[in-house]
């Protein structure tokens, strides 16, 4: 389990670098729905910005 919590924490740095949320402190991926979130809340990651199956040609 810790390897995956270090995962999600070095793909958040990953996401936030260059960003406004660079200097931000936390993240959270919740467990309801697919997103990874800076710890002011806004989406780093989240559904919406990942390609559709029809965009994409891949079923998910």
């Known amino acids: 389990m810790m390897h995956i919590a270090y995962e999600i924490d070095r793909l958040a740095a990953q996401a936030k670098r260059g960003t ?34 029809e965009e994409d040609g891949e079923s998910r």
């Not at 931000?24 to 809340?41: A, R």
């Not at 990651?45 to 559709?52: E, K, Y």
């Open 20 to 53: 406004e949320h660079e200097d931000h402190d936390g993240s959270t991926f919740p467990h309801d729905h697919f997103g990874l979130y800076c710890g002011c809340g806004a989406a780093l990651v989240d559904a919406s910005m990942l390609p559709s199956e």
